[in-house]
């Protein structure tokens, strides 16, 4: 089996009711320098793993990862739904290298955890994703954003026992806020950790909510690859318009090496 395969199977083994949602994006590439140690930090706002409870671990880069990874020794599964595309291009509108990176390395950490198939999932973000103005000639815009369909259901959750979802975050951002209204309107509990403690919040409705243009013109303002996930260089004379192609990801088009 292909190395960057094996990495991503730690993080998405076919036994685990999450991994339908994980995205192969920045496992396809092997990033330059994956010989850092991770920090994995000593979580205050969490003890126990919590059966009723789903995490959106929504931080920048590399934090994100050493955050999941802190859950996952807690009994929770680490979910990464990471779409942009790593480049070692310098003009890269999100410098992935580090993320990418952590995920290689803490597959090293994940593997000797003995996770439960059906162990409360972790979603794994990055904060900067939409960091950046794209669509410029000579730039790798690989923005992304999080839609609803890449995240369970609130009806799945419920069948699952998920009653309860904890952003873990500074702030809320939009895109992620279109999921997290849907959750609340269906009666799950929502709550914000932003450091130390957990407070329920109440999901104001964002622009466009429930809208069928909302997903097409998201898509429109970013740049699609052609093998699925968001990233790809701007030409010198392209349009702003150019490379907004629509469709969704499906894991079977990429080619791991």
């Given amino acids: ?3 960057n395969l094996e990495i991503y199977k730690i993080w998405a083994p076919d036994d685990a009711l999450w991994t339908q949602w994980a995205k192969p994006v920045l496992f396809i590439k092997r990033p330059i320098n994956v010989c850092f140690k991770l920090d994995i930090p000593e979580l205050e706002w969490i003890q126990d793993v919590n059966r009723d409870t789903m995490i959106i671990v929504d931080l920048p880069g ?30 890269a509108l999100v410098d992935v290298g580090e993320l990418a990176a952590a995920l290689f390395r ?26 950046g103005r794209g669509k410029y000639p000579g730039t790798f815009d690989n923005r992304w954003c999080v839609f609803p369909q890449d995240m369970p259901s609130a009806t799945f959750l419920y069948k699952n026992g998920i009653y309860k979802v904890i952003v873990r975050s500074e702030s809320v951002q939009n895109d992620l806020a279109h999921i997290l209204r849907r959750y609340q ?7 914000l950790c932003t450091g130390k403690e957990v407070k329920t919040i109440s999901v104001v409705k964002p622009s466009k909510y429930r809208s069928l243009t909302y997903r097409f013109s998201t898509i429109l303002g970013l740049t699609r690859n052609g093998a699925g996930g ?28």
């Fill in 106 to 131: 803490g597959a090293e950490e994940l593997i000797k955890l003995n996770i439960k198939p059906d162990a409360p999932p972790v979603f794994m973000l990055d904060s900067r994703r939409m960091y």
């Fill in 230 to 257: 968001f990233g790809e260089m701007i030409p010198e004379a392209a349009h702003s318009t150019d490379s907004a192609a629509g469709g969704y990801y499906r894991s079977h088009r990429y080619r791991f090496g």
């Fill in 185 to 191: 309107d269906e009666g799950i509990i929502v709550s």
């Fill in 1 to 3: 089996m292909n190395e």
């Fill in 62 to 91: 590399q934090s994100g990862v050493t955050e999941s990874l802190a859950l996952a020794r807690l009994g929770f599964r680490p979910v990464p739904v990471y779409n942009g595309v790593y480049s070692a291009s310098y003009s």
